[in-house]
């Protein structure tokens, strides 16, 4: 809340819950210019709690390089790829990239704007998020709107693991699943002027990201909790026939529709974030959870206490599944914040509006006149003051950078490699393909890589998964190198693989560092290396290299060959001759 009341004369022979409705039904409204100045505390606290948060974090992500190649790839080459040329394992006969339209659009951003370019993108994706959620909010709203900042602190919070690695193609998801909710509530009050965005925008969503089917899965929703709720479900049902229709305008036609089958029903091993969320931690997400949980229980029972009101199904489906979802796939926790934050602030709002009735009448009838103005002037403006010193102080001079850190990556394992133009097949795990296949293609070919059922066969990914987190569970491990045999292996030390790599005599360890080790065949090791510098980071320069403008299918790039370039990509027929 922002509001400063104003001191009413106090009615005498009156209890304190008539005291409330007394003021209640007599107040004026809180003065307009302090109305307004907390206003705009409100909306800088968020912006800059939202900024803060967007760049406090920014390890690159593990996509992000993989985004990046298919970027290049289509620059160069003039067109989609439709088969993957990263890759040395068996691989699926057409690479149908769910996340194309992302590693165009990112590829393009962070050429023409480097790390600032990606950074600033996510966090305009993230106020956009807030910025819908508070749009649907106030629309939904049916009494005094309370410009909550804790709840939006909380919000901020619950929805950060969406936002917090340098960029993902998620986030293209969540700005749209936020519209539609906006959309679809203005179309239960009969406001059809904005529906047209429906179809228009499901067909860029189908083609940046493959979370497009949340936004079906919702408009399902609506239709079912609206024919619970005694109304037509027909608008609903032409809005799902419409926008499914339109998600065929896609680069890959049906085939596109095979693979979103398989990509949402398939079990996913190792894969963490498809791992059921556990909300008992101390992590601030998992206390966000937690408050945000029990505001959801909290405020729904007491608006059906107090007002005795229908329930809305609408809200109750959509609300329950992303919590049911959020429980059994940790990735899906944004979707419940966007919904619970948006569905239950009404709630919270009357909730807040009461206790704080409850409190000026209390202190009103104790307190002479005009100090519970001078209280609330007090208390507000202490607490935007503290919160806008801090967000200003850790914000200003934080440099807009996206860091590549060493207990994440193997950047000094990969420099090695690149140094001593090492190429051929390299083994590694899968957290590790896309950002040895964005620096070292086509010196080297990789195992597996994030990309995952879009291009890899699931007996290829589970091998090398296995090969790497859990060898035990590998009937023969060497076995394992000779039905994806590699050139050279990068493996994390003091792990059991690097262990049983030690073991076999057929393999030498050629380098080694805190992170990462190199190992090679005996028969190919030499005696002189050349080491990349201790100082060495891999925070610069990281788009400087790419080509600027288009290569010809059948023409490379010459680049050149310090430190931190890598080599042009080649045009497939230029690989195949």
Not at 90 to 101: N, R
Not at 350 to 376: Q, T, W
Request: net charge positive.
């Amino acid at each position: 809340m922002s509001y400063a009341y104003i001191h009413l004369p106090k009615k005498q022979g009156l209890s304190l819950m008539e005291e409330i409705i007394f003021r209640k039904n007599t107040e004026k409204m809180p003065q307009h210019d302090m109305n307004q100045t907390f206003k705009i505390f409100f909306f800088l606290a968020v912006v800059l709690f939202c900024y803060f948060l967007t760049i406090n974090s920014n390890h690159a992500d593990y996509d992000l390089w993989h985004r990046m190649a298919f970027g290049a790839l289509f620059f160069q080459d003039g067109h989609l790829p439709k088969q993957d040329v990263f890759a040395y394992t068996p691989v699926k006969d057409l690479w149908i990239d769910h996340e194309w339209g992302t590693g165009i659009f990112f590829y393009w951003l962070g050429q023409s704007f480097g790390d600032r370019g990606l950074i600033l993108f996510k966090f305009g994706c993230m106020l956009g998020v807030l910025a819908l959620i508070y749009a649907t909010q106030k629309q939904l709203s049916r009494n005094r709107f309370q410009y909550g900042i804790f709840y939006y602190l909380l919000t901020c919070l619950v929805i950060l693991p969406g936002f917090i690695t340098t960029l993902r193609s998620q986030v293209f998801t969540y700005f749209f699943f936020s519209l539609w909710i906006y959309i679809l509530e203005r179309i239960r009050k009969n406001q059809y002027g904005l529906a047209w965005m429906l179809p228009v925008t499901m067909i860029v969503w189908a083609n940046v990201h493959g979370g497009f089917v949340a936004g079906l899965g919702l408009v399902g929703f609506y239709c079912i909790g609206e024919l619970l709720n005694g109304r037509q479900p027909y608008p609903y049902l032409g809005i799902l026939a419409v926008t499914f229709m339109v998600t065929f305008i896609n680069p890959y036609g049906i085939d596109y529709w095979h693979y979103i089958l398989e990509a949402t029903t398939m079990d996913r091993p190792y894969i963490l974030e498809w791992e059921p969320y556990n909300p008992l931690g101390w992590r601030l997400d998992q206390l966000s959870f937690i408050l945000f949980f029990m505001i959801m229980i909290g405020t729904t029972l007491f608006q059906h206490v107090k007002t005795y009101k229908e329930v809305d199904w609408v809200k109750v489906i959509v609300v329950g599944a992303t919590l049911l979802l959020t429980i059994r796939h940790t990735r899906h926790l944004v979707f419940w914040g966007i919904s619970v934050s948006i569905f239950c602030y009404d709630s919270y709002s009357r909730l807040m509006n009461d206790v704080s009735d409850y409190f000026h009448a209390a202190v009103s009838n104790i307190m002479p006149n005009g100090f519970s103005n001078i209280l609330n002037l007090t208390r507000y403006t202490t607490v935007y003051f503290l919160i806008l010193i801090f967000l200003l102080v850790q914000t200003v001079g934080m440099p807009l950078r996206i860091n590549v850190p060493e207990h994440k990556y193997p950047v000094k394992g990969i420099e090695f490699i690149r140094l001593n133009k090492l190429s051929g097949n390299l083994m590694l795990p899968f957290r590790w393909g896309g950002y040895a296949l964005w620096k070292l293609y086509p010196q080297c070919l990789v195992s597996l890589d994030s990309r995952y059922e879009t291009v890899y066969q699931e007996e290829t990914f589970l091998d090398i998964m296995r090969f790497f987190l859990d060898p035990a569970k590998l009937d023969n491990f060497p076995l394992i190198l000779k039905k994806y045999p590699p050139d050279i292996i990068l493996v994390l030390p003091e792990t059991e693989t690097d262990k049983r790599l030690l073991s076999l005599s057929s393999w030498v360890p050629v380098y080694q560092d805190a992170y990462s080790a190199v190992f090679l065949q005996k028969a190919k090791a030499r005696q002189n290396w050349i080491f990349p510098d201790k100082q060495f980071r891999d925070l610069d320069r990281k788009y400087n290299h790419w080509p600027k403008h288009p290569v010809p299918r059948t023409s490379r790039m010459t680049m050149p060959t310090g430190d931190y370039n890598r080599p042009a990509i080649p045009s497939r027929q230029a690989l195949l001759q």
